[in-house]
């Protein structure tokens, strides 16, 4: 069974500029998740997709937005990309199928650096 | 607001030798405890501990939960240089992931040969 798939592996932008970011989740798995990793903060928690709604969001500017479709794939996009959205943007996906808990699978996410 | 701590940030020993890597928590509504193992990129899953006192085992590694005292510990044993990597630990509040996984900063595991 094929892991979760990210792209780009790896993004170079300006300042200002807006980005959009891909992930594939496991195929079968319904919830996929974003999350930000720096040296300075960790992993952080960006939101979360399941059946194509936003079931939650964790503290990050309305810069950050994100959509799922119908296939469960998931796209983020960073809008006025900041020098401190330098970062790696992972994605994870778990099967949700009942209650759970549900272990996360990581892709191998896209960094992101902007200039 | 939700928090995962994890000691040491680091540790260098050598192979061969027992590592104990630690992680507390505290969190409004425990559902889960996660370890993942983060070399290059992705983070990989290592265990999900759910039960008080129940270890699970993966060949040198082993992890135990203690729901009481909130923590948890990972042991990996006769380690070697491919363990080099940093070690996660993450709690998951909801348990389907709505609210995200709030994760540690950590514990970057340096095995010298």
């Known amino acids: 069974k094929a892991g979760v798939t990210q792209t780009p592996r790896y993004l170079i932008k300006t300042r200002g500029q807006q980005v959009t970011l891909s992930c594939s989740p496991i195929?079968?798995?319904?919830?996929v998740s974003w999350y930000q990793q720096t040296p300075g903060q960790g992993l952080q928690f960006l939101f979360e997709?399941?059946?194509?709604?936003?079931?939650n969001k964790g503290n990050f500017p309305g810069r950050f937005s994100g959509r799922q479709f119908s296939n469960s794939r998931s796209e983020m996009n960073v809008s006025t990309l900041e020098l401190g959205d330098s970062a790696l943007y992972l994605c994870?996906?778990?099967?949700?199928?009942?209650?759970?808990?549900?272990?996360?699978?990581f892709g191998p996410g896209t960094r992101l650096t902007v200039t | 607001e939700d928090k995962v701590v994890q000691s040491p940030l680091s540790l260098v020993v050598h192979e061969g030798d027992t590592v104990t890597l630690n992680c507390s928590y505290e969190v409004t509504n425990f559902r889960s405890l996660l370890w993942y193992k983060q070399e290059k990129k992705a983070p990989t899953f290592l265990f999900m501990l759910?039960?008080?006192?129940i270890e699970k085992k993966s060949g040198r590694l082993s992890s135990i939960l203690d729901k009481k005292e909130l923590f948890s510990i990972l042991n990996i044993t006769a380690t070697q240089t491919g363990d080099s990597a940093i070690y996660l630990c993450a709690v998951d509040i909801s348990g389907g992931g709505a609210d995200g996984l709030t994760f540690g900063k950590g514990t970057h595991l340096i095995i010298q040969p």
């Open positions: 994870a996906s778990n099967p949700l199928r009942d209650r759970g808990p549900y272990e996360q699978y």
């Open positions: 759910t039960s008080s006192g």
């Open positions: 997709y399941f059946s194509e709604t936003q079931r």
């Open positions: 195929s079968g798995h319904r919830s």
